[in-house]
C-alpha cells in the first residue's frame, strides 16, 4: 500500500513558471502549468504506482495570513494565464477520479502533511508530490517527499538521508532552520543578520530554536548572540509561520482514495481538447465498452476499443490477391502502409503490405509476405499483382508518413510513382505547431478512434519483439486499420487545406519533395572511418592532458562529468568566487557552460575545463558515433530528412543530425574532413547567398536595400556606410560586424537590448542605430510593423508560397505576459523570411533533382544544410554539374533581389573552395 499526495497549486505554480508561457492550443488557450500538472502525475503514476491517490489546493486566506498580515504579501498576485488553468487541472483530476481535499483557513500543505501523518501512524508509507520544499520538514521513516527539480521534469526524491545530505540537519530541524533564516519566497522574516551557514552551526550545537535561546548567553559570535536576543519574537513568529500544522476535523478516508478507476473517454476528450496529444500514449490502455480501467489494470493483448472497425482481411491465397489487384486496377487512388522488422527504413526488412482503396474493412486488406509462419504469399506474387498498380503514374498514392513507405516499397522491388498524398504532411501544413503528427494521435483527435498502440503487439524494452514473429491474425487488422484511417483522415485533411488556401504549398512543393528527399536519404554519405579513428585517438590524448592539468590546479583527482563534484572542486577546494551565481535543487553551485564562461578570468582551470567539455561532446556526439552508423549494406551514412521538424517548414535532419555537424571551432570543422566523396568524385556544395536578406528586400520591397543588391554591393559594407554616414570604401571591420549583425538581427526582430548583447553597442547606443537603420531602410520599418499587426488581426502570417504560421497568443486578450507576447511577435516577423527561404529551398530542390535526371548526368545530391545543398558529382561531369546546379537554384523563385548561389567543391567536405567555370 501506498498512499500519493499532489500539492495541486504548488506544481501548477512551478509548471507555469518553468514551462514557455506561449504554450497554447490552436484557439489561444494557454496550458503550459496544465500540461506540466497532468505530465508530473502521469509519472508518479508510472513510476510510483501508489494504490490510493489525493490531490490537494489552496482555498483562499490562510491563518498564517491572519497571525502576520505581510506573510506571503511579497508575492505578485496569481497571473491571470495561471488562474483559468487550475480550474482545468482540478477537471483533469475530477476526470481521473481522484478526490480533491481543501480546507478553509488552511493550506495545501497542511491538508498533505495532516493526511500524511495519519496514514504514517497506521504504518502506510506515503508520497507528498510537490513543486517546493516546504513539506520537507515532514519527511520520516513513512513519509518521503517527491520535489521538481532545476527543469520541471526533474525531480528529487527526498528521505531522510537525502534531506542530511542537501542541508546538514535532520527534518524537523528545517522549521527552526527556517525560523532563523527566514523564507523570502513567503515572506517569513527570520532572525536579521543569521544566513543559512550560521543556523546550520547553531542548531548543530543546540538542537532546535528552543535549545538555542536557553543557551542564549554560550552562542558566539557576538553580533549573532545580539540578532537572537533583538529578533526573538520574530524568530518565534518565523517558527510558527514555517511549522506545518494538522487540519482539525480532517481525517483520512483509505477507501474514497483508493488508485481505481478512470473516466478513459472522459480524460482522452479532455486531452483532445487540449491538444495534449503527446500525453495521450502514457494513459493506461483500453478497456472494454462500458468498463472503466484501473489505472494499474493489465493492457488487453488486442488492444482495440469497438469502435476501431473489425473485420479487415488478410491476403494469403492467388484468387485473393488477383481480387485485390481488380479493386487497385478500378480505383484512381491507392492507400498503402508497410508493416517492417525496424524503424530505420534503410535496414528494415518488410514483413507485409497493407493496401486501401476506400474507407472501411470491405475496402482495406493486409498482405503478409515474410512472417515467420503462417500461410501467405512470395514477394515476387506480390510484385507481379501490385507492382503495376503503385507504379502507375496515374494513381494517386495516400499514406502516413509515406517517406518511409516509399522507401521500404522501393528496396522491395515495388516501386511507387504516381502524385503523392501524405496526411502527416497535410496535419503539419493545418497545424504546424503540432507535435503528436503520428497516425495514432490524428486518429483519436479527428476521428474519435482509439487505434491500438504498436506496442500492444510487439512490446516494449528488452522485451520487445519484431513484427514478423506475430502471427498473421494479429497483425491484419493492426495493419489494415493504419491505411483505413489514413484513408478517412484524408477524407477531412485534404478539404481543410483547399479551404485554408494551402492545397497548391501541399500538391506542388510538399509532395513532390517527398521522393526527392528519398533519394537522397537512399544515396547516403560515404564516412571515412579511419580519419575519425584517429581523430578519436588524438582526442583521447588531449583529454587525458587536460584532465590531469585540472586535478593538478583543484589539488585532487574527481570525476569531471560529475556536476556536484565539479561544483566542490571550483568553488570548495580552489575557492573560486560564487559572487551572483545560483545554487542547483541538490544544493551545489551551477557548472553549465554560461557559468563557467562567466569565471573565465579567475584562473586557468576554467579553459582548461570548458576546452574540456567541448571535446568530450565532439567526441562522444560526432567521432566516435558517426562510425557506428555506417549502414553495413551500403557502407555509407544514411540520414532522414524530416518535413515536420520546424514551424517554418525548413528541413530537419536526424538519425544523425548531419545539419548540426560544429562549424564554429576549428576541432568541430575538423570533422567535416570524414564525409568524402569515393574515388574518382567531388563533392558540390552550392549555397544561397544571404537568401534571407534578398527575402527581406524583396517583401518589404525597400529600394534602398533592392538598389544595394542589384548593384552587386556588399550589403553590409553598404548598410554601414549608410547607417553611419561614411564612403562604403572607408567602412572598417567593426563597422561593417554591426551592421551586419543588425541585417540579420532585423528578420528575427531584434530589440536594442538585443542587439547590444551581440555586439560593442551600449543599449542608447543600438536604439539610436536601429533609428538610423530604419531611417535608410524605412519599407523594412514598414514591413516589420504590417506583418505584426496582420498577425494579431488574422492569428497567422505566411511565407511567399503561403506556408502558414499560427499565433493565437496574439489574438487572445487574457493571459500571456509581455515577454510571451514580444516572443510571439518576433516569430511572425521572422516566419515570412524563414520559411520562404526553407520554400525556395525546396523548389530548388525539386528542380535539380529533376534537371539532373532529364540531363542524363550521375550527380547525386546527399545532404541539405540550412541554405546550402551538397551534391556527389562524377570528375568528369563536375563542370556540367556546377553549371545546371547554379542557374537552377538561382531561378527557382523570383525576387526582386534575384538569388544568388554560391558553388564550392572537394574531395571532402571541409577542403572545399570556390567553383569557377572552367576551373
Known amino acids: 500500500m501506498k498512499l500519493a499526495l499532489i500539492d495541486g497549486h504548488s506544481l501548477a505554480y512551478r509548471a507555469f513558471f518553468a514551462l514557455p508561457v506561449e504554450m497554447a492550443t490552436s484557439r489561444g488557450e494557454l496550458t503550459n502549468a496544465t500540461f506540466g500538472f497532468l505530465s508530473m502525475l502521469l509519472n508518479v503514476l508510472r513510476d510510483q504506482q501508489p494504490t490510493h491517490i489525493v490531490v490537494a489546493f489552496d482555498v483562499g486566506r490562510s491563518f498564517r495570513q491572519d497571525r502576520f498580515e505581510e506573510y506571503k504579501a511579497t508575492r505578485e498576485r496569481m497571473p491571470d494565464e495561471l488562474r483559468g488553468q487550475i480550474e482545468r487541472i482540478r477537471e483533469a483530476v475530477e476526470a481521473f477520479n481522484i478526490p480533491i481535499f481543501t480546507a478553509e483557513g488552511y493550506e495545501a500543505d497542511d491538508v498533505l502533511a495532516t493526511l500524511a501523518r495519519q496514514a504514517a501512524r497506521q504504518g502506510i508509507p506515503s508520497l507528498i508530490v510537490t513543486g517546493d520544499r516546504d513539506l520537507l520538514q515532514t519527511v520520516n521513516e513513512y513519509i518521503h517527499v517527491l520535489t521538481s527539480g532545476r527543469k520541471f521534469s526533474d525531480t528529487i ?31 517569513i522574516p527570520g532572525v536579521f543578520g543569521i544566513g543559512e551557514k550560521g543556523a546550520v552551526k547553531l542548531l548543530h550545537e543546540w538542537g532546535d530554536l528552543d535549545g538555542i535561546y536557553a543557551h542564549l548567553e554560550e552562542v558566539t559570535p557576538a553580533r549573532t548572540r545580539a540578532a537572537l536576543s533583538e529578533h526573538r519574537d520574530m524568530a518565534y513568529l518565523s517558527r510558527a509561520l514555517g511549522t506545518i500544522v494538522d487540519v482539525p476535523g480532517l481525517s483520512l478516508d483509505l477507501g474514497a482514495c483508493v488508485l481505481a478507476e478512470y473516466d478513459r473517454q472522459r480524460v482522452l476528450q479532455l486531452l483532445a481538447d487540449l491538444e495534449f496529444r503527446s500525453l495521450i500514449g502514457r494513459l493506461p490502455a483500453a478497456a472494454p465498452t462500458g468498463e472503466q480501467l484501473g489505472l494499474f489494470d493489465e493492457e488487453p493483448a488486442a488492444a482495440a476499443l469497438p469502435t476501431l472497425p473489425t473485420g479487415y482481411e488478410a491476403i494469403t491465397t492467388p484468387e485473393a490477391l488477383a481480387r485485390v489487384a481488380a479493386a487497385l486496377a478500378a480505383s484512381p487512388r491507392i492507400a498503402f502502409d508497410v508493416e517492417t522488422t525496424d524503424t530505420d527504413e534503410h535496414r528494415a526488412r518488410l514483413v507485409g503490405i497493407a493496401l486501401g482503396w476506400g474507407a472501411g474493412p470491405d475496402q482495406a486488406v493486409y498482405i503478409p509476405i515474410a512472417h515467420t509462419s503462417g500461410a501467405q504469399l512470395s514477394l515476387a506474387q506480390v510484385q507481379a499483382a501490385i507492382g503495376p498498380h503503385l507504379a502507375d503514374p496515374g494513381k494517386e498514392k495516400l499514406a502516413h508518413n509515406a517517406k518511409y513507405d516509399l522507401t521500404l516499397c522501393r528496396r522491395h522491388g515495388l516501386p511507387v510513382y504516381g502524385p503523392l498524398l501524405d496526411t502527416m504532411i497535410g496535419e503539419f501544413l493545418l497545424d504546424p505547431g503540432s507535435h503528436s503528427l503520428g497516425l495514432k494521435a490524428l486518429a483519436l483527435k479527428r476521428l474519435g478512434i482509439e487505434m491500438t498502440p504498436i506496442e500492444a503487439l510487439i512490446g516494449k524494452g528488452n522485451k520487445q519483439i519484431t513484427m514478423d514473429r506475430l502471427s498473421i491474425e494479429r497483425v491484419t487488422p493492426y495493419a489494415a486499420a493504419d491505411v483505413d484511417m489514413t484513408w478517412r483522415l484524408a477524407a477531412q485533411i485534404l478539404p481543410e487545406l483547399t479551404a485554408k488556401g494551402l492545397a497548391r504549398l501541399f500538391h506542388d512543393l510538399e509532395m513532390p519533395l517527398v521522393p526527392v528527399l528519398a533519394d537522397m536519404e537512399a544515396a547516403g554519405v560515404l564516412l571515412d572511418a ?26 585532487h583527482s574527481f570525476n569531471l562529468n560529475s556536476t556536484q563534484q565539479l561544483s566542490d572542486a571550483l568553488f570548495g577546494s580552489m575557492r573560486l568566487s560564487a559572487a551572483g551565481l545560483k545554487k542547483t535543487a541538490s544544493g551545489h553551485y551551477s557548472t553549465a557552460a ?16 570548458l576546452e574540456y567539455r567541448q571535446l568530450v561532446k565532439l567526441q562522444g556526439t560526432y567521432v566516435e558515433a558517426l562510425p557506428k552508423l555506417i549502414n553495413p549494406l551500403t557502407g555509407r551514412i544514411h540520414t532522414s530528412f524530416d518535413q515536420t521538424g520546424a514551424e517554418t517548414g525548413r528541413i530537419s535532419s536526424n538519425n ?31 549555397d544561397y547567398s544571404q537568401v534571407e536578406l534578398r527575402i527581406l528586400a524583396h517583401l518589404a520591397n525597400d529600394q534602398a536595400m533592392l538598389a544595394n543588391f542589384a548593384r552587386g554591393l556588399d550589403i553590409h559594407a553598404a548598410t554601414a556606410s549608410q547607417v553611419y554616414g561614411v564612403p562604403i570604401d572607408q567602412v572598417n571591420s567593426e563597422q561593417r560586424a554591426v551592421a551586419k549583425m543588425m541585417n540579420f538581427a532585423t528578420s528575427y526582430g531584434v530589440s536594442a537590448y538585443g542587439l547590444s548583447t551581440s555586439t560593442p553597442l551600449s543599449v542608447d547606443e543600438a536604439r539610436q542605430f536601429m533609428h538610423t537603420y530604419f531611417s535608410a531602410y524605412p519599407g523594412v520599418k514598414r514591413y516589420l510593423d504590417a506583418t505584426i499587426a496582420a498577425a494579431k488581426k488574422q492569428g497567422y502570417v505566411e511565407t511567399l508560397l503561403g506556408r502558414r504560421r499560427y499565433f493565437p497568443i496574439l489574438q487572445t486578450s487574457a493571459g500571456a505576459s509581455q515577454q510571451a507576447r514580444g516572443a510571439a511577435e518576433r516569430a511572425a516577423v521572422n516566419h515570412p523570411i524563414q520559411g520562404s527561404a526553407a520554400d525556395i529551398l525546396k523548389l530548388a530542390l525539386i528542380a535539380v533533382h529533376r534537371r539532373l535526371r532529364e540531363a542524363g548526368l550521375a550527380a547525386a545530391m546527399i545532404l541539405q544544410v540550412h541554405d546550402e545543398i551538397v551534391l556527389q558529382a562524377p570528375e568528369a561531369e563536375l ?9 537552377t537554384m538561382e531561378t527557382a523563385y523570383a525576387l526582386r533581389a534575384p538569388l544568388k548561389a554560391d558553388p564550392e567543391f572537394g574531395r571532402d567536405w571541409y577542403n572545399l573552395q570556390p567553383w569557377k567555370p572552367g576551373r
Not at 554560461?594 to 575545463?609: K, S
Open 157 to 187: 526524491l527526498y528521505d531522510t538521508a537525502r534531506v542530511r545530505e542537501r542541508y546538514d540537519l535532520d527534518p524537523g530541524q528545517l522549521i527552526d532552520f527556517k525560523a532563523l533564516v527566514g523564507d523570502k519566497s513567503d515572506n
Open 530 to 555: 579511419d580519419f575519425l579513428a584517429e581523430m578519436s585517438q588524438t582526442l583521447a590524448q588531449r583529454l587525458e592532458t587536460l584532465a590531469s592539468e585540472i586535478f593538478a590546479d583543484v589539488g
Open 594 to 609: 554560461d557559468v563557467l564562461e562567466r569565471l573565465r578570468g579567475q584562473h586557468p582551470v576554467i579553459d582548461r575545463l
Open 656 to 686: 544523425p543530425n548531419l545539419q548540426n555537424i560544429p562549424v564554429r571551432s576549428h576541432l568541430g570543422r575538423q570533422i567535416r574532413k570524414a564525409f568524402v566523396a569515393p574515388p574518382g568524385h567531388y563533392l558540390l556544395a552550392v
Open 879 to 887: 563542370e556540367a554539374t556546377a553549371a545546371l546546379v547554379i542557374e
